[in-house]
């Protein structure tokens, strides 16, 4: 394997945000409350959300904290810093002025009989309006909504590199290998899951999930545990080797685990006996259990069959940023403007799925050659190597796989 690029990881990262587009679809027809909701919404298909919904952003921070860890031994920490601000924040600005705006607007069109125009919504929601209520559920505005993972992973790579600062890389990589070396067989299974175990007991029932940075304590709890665990196993080619060996029990034990959670999730509330309300507690290491095992089995998979590079991972890697920041407000405006066609909802689910994907990587296409899109969608410079890339962009771009 390159010592410098785990490539695997990159297709991995590529496939998790991908799913994001089929998850954030999957929300407009489910019984839980989301910007805009199909008229057909129901819980038939919570349980396929259910699989991915545990792991998917755990798995993303995870793979961050390892890219994170590679940068650390590239440049100094104050440049990582500044770069990391850069391509973060200016596209989270950016897309908080134009990208998620339309979210709201239809949100509160549908929610509160919204009858303002587009441009009156607008300077009610850049003047930080929040009288968009249903009574104690407000919209603040501005928001972030779906690009909070992107602040998350800005300060989370800011406190790391202040660590990385204060303790030296030396004494960072001495702290790494010997986390390495703790963790082996049963161990790489049972203690990253026990720290999601202690961060849910603790802290889930008094800080449920907000995206609000200062204010969201059970999500920085694992997911900042999760980025941390990548920084510190990035350079750990034995562990990953490990993780190859634990693929089939690990895919065993996120099956298992999440048929357990459907299960309990799925009793009705006239049925939550004290008898059942007993079974909590060993739900939650389920839960946690659930966490953890689909992060090994994708990555012990991966590990075996995706260590290797080519044109597509090139392309995908730098289309999946652009593709994030696009994805939700694709599918919430075009649910909202195809909802009086009264489509069946898996004619209208598969539209939305493909039109997101051909229009997001359409924009991708245009905004990788203008230098002055790409800071705004988080891409780089445009280099003598990036203008070479671009020139041979059709035959990289011919195949851009789901």
């Not at 785990?6 to 019984?31: E, N, Q």
């Not at 979210?103 to 607008?122: H, L, P, R």
Request: a positive charge.
């Amino acid at each position: 394997m390159n010592n410098n690029r785990l490539y695997f990881l990159d297709w991995i990262r590529i496939f998790a945000f991908f799913v994001l587009i089929f998850y954030h679809t999957g929300m407009y027809y489910v019984s839980w409350d989301w910007h805009v909701k199909s008229p057909y919404a129901s819980t038939a298909i919570e349980p396929l959300m259910i699989l991915s919904s545990p792991w998917r952003l755990g798995l993303l921070f995870m793979i961050s904290g390892v890219a994170t860890a590679f940068m650390l031994k590239k440049m100094r920490v104050g440049a990582l810093l500044k770069q990391r601000s850069w391509r973060l924040l200016v596209p989270l600005v950016f897309g908080m002025l134009v990208i998620v705006p339309p979210q709201a607007y239809f949100e509160v069109v549908e929610k509160v009989a919204y009858q303002g125009g587009y441009g009156e919504f607008m300077r009610l929601y850049v003047s930080g309006y929040h009288g968009f209520c249903r009574g104690d559920d407000c919209l603040s505005m501005p928001t972030w909504n779906h690009l909070w993972f992107v602040i998350y992973l800005w300060a989370y790579t800011m406190i790391i590199g202040g660590v990385a600062w204060a303790m030296g890389g030396a004494l960072l990589q001495a702290c790494a290998d010997a986390l390495g070396r703790q963790l082996t067989g049963w161990k790489i299974i049972v203690l990253p899951t026990i720290v999601l175990a202690i961060a849910r007991f603790a802290l889930a029932d008094s800080f449920p999930s907000t995206h609000n940075l200062t204010r969201d304590w059970y999500n920085h709890a694992q997911y900042f545990s999760l980025f941390v665990l990548g920084v510190m196993l990035a350079t750990q080619n034995g562990f990953w080797a490990k993780v190859d060996g634990l693929r089939w029990t690990s895919l065993g034990l996120w099956l298992a685990s999440w048929a357990m959670v459907v299960i309990y999730w799925s009793i009705p509330e006239t049925m939550l006996t004290t008898d059942v309300a007993q079974w909590k507690p060993l739900l939650r290491m389920v839960y946690c259990l659930g966490q953890w095992a689909p992060i090994l089995a994708i990555c012990g998979f991966g590990h075996r069959h995706l260590a290797f590079d080519s044109a597509k991972r090139r392309y995908l890697t730098e289309a999946v940023f652009p593709v994030y920041i696009l994805h939700q407000t694709l599918i919430v405006s075009m649910a909202h403007w195809l909802k009086p066609l009264k489509l069946a909802p898996g004619t209208e689910g598969a539209l939305l799925i493909v039109l997101t994907f051909s229009i997001s990587f359409g924009v991708f296409e245009v905004v990788r050659r203008v230098a002055v899109l790409r800071p705004l969608f988080g891409l780089g410079r445009i280099t003598s190597q990036t203008s070479a890339y671009v020139a041979q962009a059709p035959a990289a771009a011919a195949t851009p796989a789901l």
